[in-house]
C-alpha cells in the first residue's frame, strides 16, 4: 500500500489507487461504499458490516489502518464529498440532488462535461493496453460482446462495426435468458469482451466471472481499478464516464469503442475490405439504403 495519506486528498481517489492491496473484506467495504455513497455516510459501521458480511471491528482497523482515528472520522470524509462526486449513486439520487447552473445554459453545461471527459480520457489513455485490446480481438477465434443497459448502446456500436471487419462476432442479448449457452461452444482461442460502468450490471459481471472461472480471455471497458472487471480482465481500457446531470455519459466509451475499430481495421485491412465489398453487394441488391430518385418532383 502506498504512503500516501488519505486524509490529504480524494478518499476515493486513495481507494482506487490501493484497491488491489486491500484484503477480500476491505475490497467489499469499498465497493459498499462507492456504490451506496448517498446511504453509507449516514449509517453506523455494524450495518455496513452486515451488509458485506464482515465484523464492524473489520472496519474500525481499516479507517485507522489508513490514517483516521477512528471509523465517525472516515465517515466524515465521505459525506464532504457527497456532494462534490456523485459518480457512483444511483440516477434517481443524482436526480435529487441536480442543481441548476446559475447563469449558465444546461446545453453548453452538459457539452462541456462531455469535452472535459474526453480530454481526461485522451490525457490518461494508455495506447499499449488499446493495442493488446485491439490484438486480442484480431487473434481470437470468436468474440463474443456483453453489456446492458446503459452500456448497450456502446456494446451494440462495437459490435455492429466489428462484423464487418472480423467473422465470428457476436453481441449477446438475454430476451430468451440464454446468455450462459453459448459457453457450450466456446474455449479458450475465443474471447469476451464486457463492458459496464456505474452502477454495474450484475448480468454483466456475473458472465465476466463465469468466463474467468472457465480460463477464457477477459478483455474489458469500465470506469475505474475498482470495477468488479478490472481483476478479472487480462486488459482492461477506463473511461469518464460523469454527465452533467443524473446519468452516465457514454461519449468516452463511444470514444473508446471507436479508437478500438480503427485499429483492428488498421491490423486487419484486406480482410475489411474484402467483407464490406461483399456487404456493400447485399446492401445494394436489397436496396437497404435509402437513395432519392432523381428526377422532377411532383406537387
Known amino acids: 500500500m502506498s504512503n500516501e495519506n488519505p486524509k490529504e486528498k480524494n478518499i476515493f481517489k486513495y481507494f482506487e489507487n490501493n484497491f488491489k492491496h486491500f484484503t477480500a473484506t476491505q475490497k467489499r467495504f ?72 446559475k447563469g449558465k445554459n444546461i446545453v453548453r453545461v452538459s457539452l462541456n462535461k462531455a469535452y472535459r471527459n474526453i480530454v481526461e480520457l ?53 430476451y430468451d435468458h440464454g446468455f450462459y449457452d453459448v459457453f457450450e461452444d466456446l474455449n479458450q482461442q475465443d474471447l469476451i469482451i464486457a463492458i459496464s460502468v456505474p452502477r454495474y450490471t450484475k448480468i454483466t459481471i456475473d458472465f465476466a466471472q463465469y468466463a474467468a472461472q472457465r480460463k477464457l480471455m477477459l478483455v474489458s471497458i469500465t470506469d475505474s481499478r475498482i470495477s468488479p472487471l478490472f481483476p478479472l480482465s487480462s486488459v482492461c481500457l477506463f473511461a469518464p464516464t460523469q454527465s452533467a446531470t443524473f446519468h452516465n455519459s457514454n461519449v468516452t466509451l463511444m470514444a473508446l469503442a471507436d479508437a478500438i475499430i480503427a485499429q483492428v481495421f488498421y491490423k486487419k485491412r484486406k480482410t475489411a475490405i474484402k467483407r464490406l465489398e461483399r456487404e456493400e453487394k447485399i446492401l445494394k441488391d436489397q436496396i437497404v439504403i435509402y437513395c432519392e430518385k432523381r428526377g422532377k418532383i411532383k406537387y
Not at 123 to 145: G, V
Open 30 to 101: 469499498v465497493r459498499y461504499i462507492l456504490s451506496n455513497k448517498y446511504e453509507a455516510p449516514f449509517l453506523p459501521a455494524y450495518e455496513i458490516a452486515k451488509e458485506i458480511n464482515a465484523d464492524s471491528s473489520t472496519l474500525v482497523r481499516f479507517a485507522k489502518s489508513i490514517g483516521y482515528k477512528g471509523y465517525p472520522e472516515l465517515q466524515r470524509d465521505f459525506g464532504k464529498l457527497i456532494i462534490d462526486e456523485i459518480r457512483y449513486s444511483g440516477q434517481l439520487e443524482k436526480a435529487k440532488h441536480f442543481k441548476e447552473p
Open 122 to 174: 485522451l490525457d490518461n489513455i494508455d495506447e499499449e493496453n488499446i493495442s493488446l485490446f485491439s490484438e486480442a480481438i484480431c487473434s481470437s477465434r470468436k468474440k463474443i460482446i456483453i453489456a446492458s443497459r446503459s452500456s448497450y448502446s456502446t456494446g451494440h456500436f462495437l459490435y455492429f462495426e466489428l462484423k464487418k471487419i472480423l467473422p465470428n462476432v457476436q453481441f449477446l442479448s438475454d
